[in-house]
């Protein structure tokens, strides 16, 4: 799998786009004291505002999938229950961001996934596609770009583009990777898949390539489809 790294179609800095799209960071989530993003390809972090009025930074990450792959561990290292599952309530309470109501039962209308139906991303791989849809869920809210009418509709579905193989596929396998990555941090031993042996982390940040670019690769996907 080769991983997509521009030019990309929006600016790091362009602040007329969500955070979500312009940083490739699908989740929008914050920075952590241990660094994890960097083991997924972070390049650096923008001050965003947080919900309590504070400055949250945010990474910026090299392509999709790292920002799949961070998002996935997030999910594992924050909103994971020991009994082995996640769920859409413990998600949104491990973003601690003020959600809504309103947000929860979007996601769960969206994705047709119970509020607090169990997720079990230990013992059942076919939950990972669960998690996936969850995930674009998650981000369509946070970029305000949930429906054509909504703002930001296009500019999420440039750069996170479900009608390109290489787009979703990138956006799962990064998601897995991160969810993978969050369980060998807590002692499991799982074996490094092919799609996963693809990815090596930068040494070094390096600088985002940005340019403004709207037609890009368009390859039918069949695999998902946008919900």
Not at 34 to 41: N, P
Not at 102 to 119: C, L, Q, V
Request: proline content about 5%; glycine content about 10%.
């Amino acid at each position: 799998m080769r991983l997509y790294t521009g030019p990309w179609a929006f600016q790091i800095n362009d602040r007329s786009v969500p955070a979500s799209v312009r940083l490739r960071n699908i989740g929008a989530i914050g920075a952590t004291r241990d660094g994890h993003e960097f083991r997924f390809g972070a390049l650096d972090a923008f001050d965003l505002p947080a919900s309590d009025g504070s400055t949250l930074p945010t990474p910026v990450f090299a392509h999709v999938y790292g920002g799949a792959a961070y998002w996935g561990h997030f999910v594992v290292r924050r909103a994971y229950h020991n009994a082995g599952y996640t769920t859409i309530g413990s998600i949104m309470e491990a973003y601690s961001t003020g959600h809504s109501e309103a947000y929860e039962r979007t996601i769960s209308k969206e994705t047709g996934i119970g509020i607090e139906e169990h997720i079990d991303l230990w013992r059942d791989p076919h939950c990972y596609v669960k998690l996936y849809n969850i995930m674009l869920s998650m981000g369509r809210w946070e970029a305000g770009a949930r429906s054509p009418g909504h703002p930001n509709y296009d500019a999420f579905h440039i750069v996170y583009n479900t009608n390109d193989k290489a787009v979703v596929d990138e956006l799962y396998y990064g998601m897995v990777h991160g969810i993978r990555e969050a369980f060998r941090d807590r002692g499991f031993k799982i074996r490094v898949t092919s799609e996963e042996l693809t990815y090596v982390a930068p040494e070094e940040p390096q600088v985002p390539v940005e340019e403004a670019r709207l037609g890009w690769r368009q390859v039918f996907s069949k695999l998902f489809k946008r919900k």
